[in-house]
């Protein structure tokens, strides 16, 4: 891999984001993203035509043409890939992806659109648009297929969003942690706040619960406060075990960051449960990621729960 992997682009190998999915999981919305944090965004071109398109932006300067003494950059660019896109096969695209994967001067990365099947047959039938495996038959019937067919393209991928409850802004900042800005080996962070009544973050790397601290929500004056407000920071800051729990959490993650960077792994996404997701959670993942930024890492921070 090369170690300039800048959206910029650079003399080094351009990074290429083949961005497929669940039908209905957004990966529209994602090129739409990708395109206003400056990639270059194709959809649904032939996969024949996949390989021919990458290598248009290293083709070399026709004869008699001036050469640029410093070469223009090349932009990012996201390809969008679906069960529609003519030629479709797994095998054949997986085959492509290889290809690609094996080219001196790309970067290629797969971001896989998830969602779940509840949520894809609620979005159906509120834009009434057909499933492109359900012309014939019901719609359960043609999400299952679609899934069942591209499963192996999930496991190939490099990212995997899951978009079930998550807006269009949601989606938007999540790709912009991931590929908004120089990346190389420096760790892109993501911390987020949750409510464990509302599901585990589909996207976390790592949780941790902090529902053993004291909780302000029976505090009747600080119940309609969040983790942001001060005095629902210093009433949590009253249980003895949470300077023990950060210490321990900082201890934890300070020697794996860095070997997370090593391997390779761009980004990381680290969230903080509690019941409500409005308070124990929202301050101990405030103090988090603090700390982090203090260490030099680049963090995003979402409260799930109070972005709703």
């Not at 919305?29 to 990708?34: E, M």
């Not at 761009?266 to 603090?290: D, F, K, M, P, W």
């Amino acid at each position: 891999m090369s170690s300039e992997t800048d959206t910029g682009g650079t003399d080094a190998a351009a990074l290429v984001v083949l961005v497929t999915g669940m039908s209905g999981a957004g990966k529209t919305s994602a090129l739409k993203a990708l395109e206003d944090l400056g990639f270059e965004a194709v959809d649904n071109i032939p996969l024949s035509l996949l390989g021919s398109l990458v290598a248009l932006r290293h083709r070399e300067p026709e004869a008699g043409a001036v050469p640029f003494s410093v070469p223009p950059p090349v932009p990012p660019l996201a390809i969008g890939v679906d069960i529609r896109t003519r030629e479709f096969g797994i095998e054949k695209l997986l085959d492509e992806l290889d290809a690609l994967s094996a080219r001196a001067q790309t970067e290629l990365r797969v971001l896989f659109m998830d969602c779940d099947d509840d949520e894809l047959r609620r979005r159906y039938a509120t834009t009434r648009h057909r499933h492109p495996l359900g012309q014939d038959r019901p719609l359960t019937d043609g999400i299952a297929s679609e899934r069942s067919l591209i499963s192996p393209l999930r496991g190939r991928a490099d990212l995997v969003l899951d978009t079930t409850g998550r807006s269009p802004g949601d989606l938007k900042r999540m790709l912009q942690g991931h590929f908004g800005g120089g990346r190389g080996q420096v760790l892109h962070l993501f911390v987020t706040s949750f409510s464990y009544r509302q599901g585990l973050p589909r996207e976390a790397d790592l949780v941790f619960d902090v529902r053993f601290l004291v909780n302000p929500h029976y505090d009747p004056e600080l119940r309609p406060l969040t983790g942001q407000d001060a005095s629902v920071g210093a009433f949590i800051e009253t249980d003895a075990g949470l300077q023990p729990f950060l210490g321990n959490l900082t201890a934890l993650l300070q020697p794996l960051l860095p070997r997370y960077a090593e391997e390779g792994k761009s980004y990381l996404t680290i969230a903080i449960g509690c019941t409500g997701g409005r308070h124990r959670s929202v301050y101990v993942a405030e103090r988090l990621a603090a700390w982090l930024n203090q260490g030099g890492y680049p963090v995003q921070l979402v409260h799930r729960e109070l972005d709703r």
